[in-house]
């Protein structure tokens, strides 16, 4: 009987031996690495590039909605050149022929490009919004190929404010108005900037002082909008965006556009006071910085490692394409902005580099050579 024992004892330790051994072979397999494995050494990332499901098809209708001074031109400059590179139809002004942006004129065919190939009519459909434009949904729906996907960005209210106020040089109305709160809360004066965010989507000043429409709005929006994006955790919300689409780490590589040379610091005092002030952002604002970190965590372990895979990928291309800084006035001498150049050749270090302007007169070229091809002097291949 001893012997028996013994000897059972002897085959039930050697299964759960190969077992042991077998769950640690899975866990260290190619598929699943650990953060830790990732490496990456003078700007070249030392582990594979996480691999996209093969039955994933890359999105290419899209409505990206901005909101001013959010960060808003380096994630439009990706957008462009996917588009462009995809041979994919903008709705872009013709008038405005500067950056081809709509703004608050009503969206009509009367003022937009004609699509690749065609002419503007009832009919015509695109494939990219990425202009400004007032948030409409069923007029932009009536312009877009089927069921696009929608996205926006937003930016912690403090900084926003102090980037809105600065860069439209409305400063002093700014902190009156503020003051003029703090002093009497029951205080409703309109002032730029304020739940400047919100009022993008529609909702009227008078309507972001109302708490119950502002979460109600908020929730709408949360189910209109496939991804609210946050600038200040810009390379993790691209992550989310990369998988949403089904694009590659390539098609969101970027370079930081449109950043002012200097900045005002931003003191506690500030930042609470625009918390009150500003409170339709604030919320706004909270409730998708707490989506995306949700949605981050339900993306798993392997966020971590497309993450730290895409910022490696960042440093490869800054190296590769050795962009410099010069700077431009952005409305006056007194505020300037850093603009890239690069002594790279490749037509993709080139397209880093590329502003909103820069994209506009391709694109315009490309979906309306008659006119656009002798003004801004391209010559464009379809």
């Not at 009536?142 to 930016?155: A, C, G, H, K, Q």
């Amino acid at each position: 009987m001893s012997y028996i024992k013994c000897f059972v004892l002897t085959i039930l330790t050697s299964l759960l031996l190969i077992g042991t051994i077998g769950t640690w072979y899975s866990r260290f397999s190619s598929n699943s690495l650990p953060l830790s494995v990732s490496r990456v050494v003078d700007g070249t990332s030392k582990t594979p590039a996480p691999t996209t499901p093969s039955t994933c098809q890359p999105a290419g209708i899209i409505v990206f909605i901005k909101t001013h001074k959010t960060g808003i031109t380096s994630l439009h400059c990706i957008f462009c050149r996917y588009g462009y590179a995809n041979k994919l139809s903008f709705v872009f002004s013709t008038r405005n022929t500067i950056n081809g942006h709509i703004r608050k004129v009503h969206l009509s065919q009367s003022i937009i490009l004609p699509p690749i190939g065609g002419v503007v009519n009832s009919s015509s459909k695109y494939n990219i919004l990425t202009g400004h434009v007032s948030y409409q949904r069923k007029t932009i729906n009536s312009f877009m190929e089927d069921n696009p996907i929608y996205v926006t960005i937003l930016r912690e209210p403090a900084t926003h404010v102090e980037s809105h106020m600065n860069f439209f040089s409305h400063r002093k109305e700014v902190m009156a108005s503020m003051q003029a709160f703090l002093e009497k809360p029951q205080s409703s004066k309109k002032s730029a900037g304020r739940n400047n965010q919100l009022r993008e989507f529609g909702l009227s000043f008078e309507s972001t002082l109302n708490e119950t429409i502002v979460n109600e709005t908020i929730m709408r929006l949360d189910k209109e909008f496939d991804l609210v994006l946050i600038l200040e955790y810009f390379d993790e919300s691209l992550i989310l965006l990369k998988n949403l689409l089904c694009w590659s780490f390539e098609d969101i590589v970027y370079l930081a556009q449109n950043q002012r040379t200097t900045r005002e610091t931003i003191t506690d005092t500030f930042r609470h006071n625009v918390y009150k002030w500003s409170n339709a952002d604030y919320l706004f604002y909270n409730y998708f910085n707490r989506t995306l970190w949700r949605k981050i965590r339900q993306f798993g372990p392997r966020f971590e490692v497309e993450l730290a895979h895409f910022r490696g990928l960042l440093k490869v291309h800054n190296n590769q394409c050795r962009p410099f800084q010069t700077t431009s006035s952005i409305i006056n001498s007194n505020l300037t902005r850093l603009v890239y150049k690069t002594r790279n050749n490749t037509q993709l270090c080139q397209q880093l580099t590329y502003r909103s302007g820069d994209w506009y007169r391709h694109i315009a070229v490309r979906q309306d050579p008659n006119k656009f091809a002798k003004k801004f002097k391209i010559d464009e291949q379809i």
